[in-house]
């Protein structure tokens, strides 16, 4: 069972990485195998072909992330509202692939500097998660004030985060153990 955690601003001033390095933390201590994927390590071109596209011959990059996808049992996204919409590098990073999604969950973990929580960006990555093959799971984990509920380090004093994300956490792993368990029995259809 592994999770991979996508983060996708690439800002030089971003907040997010706050909330991805809480969720690493949190999975660490919980004994969940995970893998951080950031956008901005991981520098792909916008889009031109997708994954499948390249026959076999991608560039390196977009091979390193369709394995770590393709291996990947369940997605946490954490994003930030950009106009009420997801960011633009996390869009074109999820746009690339396809089929390695497919038959996972995904869990909505999104922010913003104001009280909303970015809830308005997860409104929005229900229809492209849903279309991407790897829906949603009802609970969210959403994060106001992003840059004063965590420390640069991804740690939290805010009493009512903890609680938040042991119940999104429990619900995602639920998903993620049952589809496992599907797609081992039975394969994708
Ligand atoms: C292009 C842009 C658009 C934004 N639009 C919104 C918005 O619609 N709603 C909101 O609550 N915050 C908005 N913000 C503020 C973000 O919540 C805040 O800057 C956050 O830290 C962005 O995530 P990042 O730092 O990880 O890039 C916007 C920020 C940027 C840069």
Redesign the pocket.
């Given at each position: 069972m592994k999770i991979a955690v996508i983060?996708g601003?690439v800002?030089h001033?971003?907040?997010?990485?706050r909330v991805a390095k809480y969720i690493v933390k949190q999975l660490n201590e919980r004994g969940i195998d995970n893998i951080f994927v950031d956008a901005k390590e991981h520098k792909l071109p916008f889009l031109d072909n997708m994954y499948k596209e390249y026959n076999g011959d991608a560039p390196e990059e977009i091979e390193n992330l369709h394995q770590i996808f393709d291996s990947a049992d369940g997605f946490i996204i954490v994003s930030?509202?950009?106009?009420?919409?997801l960011?633009p590098a996390l869009k074109n990073m999820l746009d690339h692939y396809q089929s390695e999604y497919h038959f996972k969950p995904s869990g909505l973990a999104t922010?913003?500097?104001?009280m909303?929580g970015?809830v308005?960006?997860a409104v929005h990555l229900r229809a492209v998660t849903a279309e991407l093959g790897m829906p949603s799971i009802p609970t969210t984990f959403p994060v106001p004030s992003?840059?004063k509920n965590f420390d640069e380090n991804g740690n939290t004093d805010n009493e009512h985060i903890p609680g938040g994300f042991d119940r999104f956490i429990k619900e995602f792993m639920w998903y993620a153990e049952a589809l496992k368990a599907k797609r081992d029995k039975d394969g994708k259809p």
């Open positions: 983060y601003s800002r001033h971003r907040q997010g990485v930030g509202e950009y106009n009420h919409g960011p922010y913003s500097a104001g909303f970015g308005r960006a992003v840059g």
